[in-house]
């Protein structure tokens, strides 16, 4: 008899831990997969968060849901492989261009032109990005 139940305390203990990795899954699909401790913390304060719609709730929610955007744009390593590009690219381009305006361009001057703008565009949307996810001073 005392082998009956340990066999069945034991089953139940395995459908018990297969439910909660089953559960864990689920949860890990839900919040987009995203490992990072700084985003699992943000994920964590918008659970905890008071439910009461006041219209200070709703600043903080929004302002929680974009600074976890940024945050994980800012920490993924394409968006770094992309700027790293940009930079690379916006070398070429500047060393393209011609010191003086009696020496020609390599490239034509409204594809520099053009490409500045694009480059500076890139390099303020990561800056703002950065300052959304981290914050402008970081504090000690």
């Given at each position: 008899?005392?082998?009956?139940?340990?066999?069945?305390?034991?089953?139940?203990?395995?459908?018990?831990?297969?439910?909660?990795?089953?559960?864990?899954?689920?949860?890990?699909?839900?919040?987009g997969?995203?490992?990072?401790?700084?985003?699992?913390?943000?994920?964590?304060?918008?659970?905890?968060?008071?439910?009461?719609?006041?219209?200070?709730?709703?600043?903080?929610?929004?302002?929680?849901?974009?600074?976890?955007?940024?945050?994980?744009?800012?920490?993924?390593?394409?968006?770094?492989?992309?700027?790293?590009?940009?930079?690379?690219?916006?070398?070429?381009?500047?060393?393209a261009?011609?010191?003086?305006?009696?020496?020609?361009?390599?490239?034509?001057?409204?594809?520099?032109?053009?490409?500045a703008?694009?480059?500076?565009?890139?390099?303020?949307?990561?800056?703002?990005?950065?300052?959304?996810?981290?914050?402008?001073?970081?504090?000690?």
């Amino acid at each position: 008899v005392v082998d009956v139940y340990q066999t069945e305390f034991e089953e139940t203990m395995a459908e018990a831990e297969k439910a909660a990795l089953k559960e864990a899954e689920e949860e890990a699909k839900i919040k987009g997969g995203m490992e990072d401790k700084a985003v699992i913390e943000a994920n964590k304060a918008d659970e905890d968060e008071d439910t009461s719609w006041n219209f200070r709730n709703i600043l903080a929610r929004i302002n929680r849901r974009y600074n976890r955007l940024f945050l994980f744009l800012a920490q993924s390593p394409m968006f770094d492989s992309i700027v790293y590009g940009t930079i690379l690219v916006s070398s070429i381009f500047l060393a393209a261009d011609s010191p003086s305006p009696d020496i020609p361009p390599a490239f034509p001057r409204d594809v520099l032109i053009l490409g500045a703008w694009i480059f500076n565009s890139i390099f303020v949307a990561e800056c703002l990005s950065k300052v959304a996810a981290f914050g402008f001073i970081v504090p000690k």
